[in-house]
């Protein structure tokens, strides 16, 4: 079985947005159960998923996802589809401004 280590690295948040990037990293890992299916599915499916991947979102003021985009080019394309779609059903917290939020999302134990 593949280990998954759902971590996140925030950007284009506001100075001082501490209790901000808590909320988005809590609502990432709501989404932990959706990407380890798309990994086991994947891998049933006789796919080699990425060890790692970097995931991108745009996240809106009402808390929607508007995108996801799994940015690694070695990604088998049904892998990284589920992958995207699991992230676009999360809502988040409103805010006050969109937000971009970059991530890895690693597939395979790290060392």
């Not at 759902?6 to 808590?22: R, V, W, Y």
Request: charged residues 25%; proline residues 8%.
């Amino acid at each position: 079985m593949r280990t998954l280590a759902l971590s996140a690295l925030l950007l284009a948040l506001p100075l001082g947005a501490s209790a901000q990037a808590t909320e988005i990293q809590e609502t990432l890992r709501q989404a932990h159960p959706a990407i380890r299916a798309c990994v086991e599915r994947s891998v049933a499916a006789g796919e080699q998923p990425a060890d790692r991947v970097d995931v991108m979102t745009r996240i809106e003021p009402s808390g929607r996802v508007s995108e996801a985009r799994v940015s690694r080019p070695e990604a088998h394309p049904r892998f990284a589809r589920c992958v995207e779609s699991a992230v676009e059903r999360l809502r988040f917290p409103r805010q006050a401004e969109a937000v971009t939020v970059r991530f890895p999302l690693w597939t395979a134990p790290r060392h």
